[in-house]
């Protein structure tokens, strides 16, 4: 384990551990140096307010950062962002990028971000169907694109 990971080990211990100021500090360092995984952590910290002061803004700095490092979960974080604050577009664009680089948890958010309209109703099935038919998401992902698919496709 090279010094930066054993740095970023140690920062999300004292995290888990409620010193938020140390972790804060240390991810910080390591953001700065370019450890994606500590870039995504700020984010973190930024947009729920944990140790530091809620800023949405900064979060998105953030995940916009890891992303560009290589980071495919700060991307989908990102695009959630977009959403949170109404950027819809952004959203819908994060969200494909992801979905390109083979995140098939963003295919989940762009088949909500579809459903709001019937006309995008095949749009939203091959996405849910996507979901489905992957190994790469997780459980509650997975139920989710099920019931969504049913609801879409009438079957409640």
Do not use: P
């Not at 800023?55 to 290589?70: K, L, S, Y």
């Amino acid at each position: 384990m090279n010094e930066h990971e054993a740095l970023y080990n140690q920062a999300d211990e004292d995290r888990a551990a409620g010193n938020d100021e140390r972790a804060f500090a240390t991810f910080s360092m390591l953001a700065e140096a370019g450890h994606a995984d500590a870039m995504l952590q700020l984010a973190l910290m930024y947009s729920t307010g944990s140790g530091i002061r809620f800023d949405m803004a900064t979060a998105i700095e953030w995940e916009r950062r890891a992303a560009e490092a290589g980071s495919k979960i700060a991307l989908l974080n990102l695009g959630i962002s977009y959403r949170h604050i109404g950027e819809i577009v952004l959203a819908r664009e994060t969200f494909e990028k992801a979905a390109a680089l083979g995140d098939d948890e963003a295919c989940l958010e762009l088949a909500k971000l579809f459903s709001v309209s019937t006309r995008e109703t095949d749009t939203v099935l091959r996405y849910l169907r996507r979901v489905i038919a992957s190994d790469g998401v997780t459980e509650a992902s997975q139920e989710d694109a099920e019931y969504l698919l049913r609801v879409v496709s009438g079957g409640l």
